[in-house]
Structure formats: C-alpha cells, structure tokens
Nanobody, 123 residues
Framework: QAQLVESGGGVVQAGDSLSLSCAASGRAFGTASMAWFRQTPGKERTFVAGITWIDSSTYYSASVKGRFTISRDNANNTLTLQMNSLKPEDTAVYYC????????????????WGQGTQVTVSS
C-alpha cells in the first residue's frame, strides 16, 4: 500500500508561483503512475497533471499546460507540482494520487489519495 501526504498549499496573489509536494510511503511508489487532481466545492475532482513511472512522461490538462510542471523524485518518494502564473480559477483543494500501471486522467482509476492541500489565489 501507499500513503500520500501533500504539503505546500497556501494563499497567493494572481501571477504568483507556488510549489506543492506529495510525500509517498510504500515500496510501490517507484512503479506507480502519479497525478495531481483538484476540486472546488460542489464540483467534480478533475485531473490537473500526471506523470508515468516507466519514463516520467508528463500530461497536463489544457487549463494548466504551460504554467504547471509535474515532476517526481523516485529516490526520495516525492511528487512535486510547480505552479506558475497562478490565476484565481486555480483556487481549489489539490490532491495527490497514485495508481499501478499506466497514467490515467479519471479519478476512479486511482487507488491511493492524499488528504488534499488548499490553494487559494486572490485577484
């Protein structure tokens, strides 16, 4: 099993940058595809960015492509989301997720979740 713990959320202004981290425990991290999702009240949890385990290929939603960067450090079991040029619409709770096998973009395909970290972007 894997346990995921996010950190790095906070309150920033539009245009600022923020970096989220996800610390993973469990031997499965190195062979797990990882992703970040986000959710706002009353809305579905949606895919933000993902990274494969086999070659660290990355995938992004259209709304964040070019502004966010996902990366992983298998030696330290850490997943990172660097968020630049933040916009008020990026305000959400951000969740780290992991699954065995290829990357997916649907929340139901992920086996493990963190507790979430709040990101608030003021205009």
């Amino acid at each position: 099993q894997a346990q995921l713990v996010e950190s790095g959320g906070g309150v920033v202004q539009a245009g600022d940058s923020l970096s989220l981290s996800c610390a993973a425990s469990g031997r499965a991290f190195g062979t797990a595809s990882m992703a970040w999702f986000r959710q706002t009240p009353g809305k579905e949890r949606t895919f933000v960015a993902g990274i494969t385990w086999i070659d660290s290929s990355t995938y992004y939603s259209a709304s964040v492509k070019g502004r966010f960067t996902i990366s992983r450090d298998n030696a330290n079991n850490t997943l990172t989301l660097q968020m630049n040029s933040l916009k008020p619409e990026d305000t959400a709770v951000y969740y780290c997720a992991a699954r065995r096998g290829p990357i997916r973009t649907t929340k139901t395909d992920f086996d493990y979740w963190g507790q979430g970290t709040q990101v608030t972007v003021s205009s």
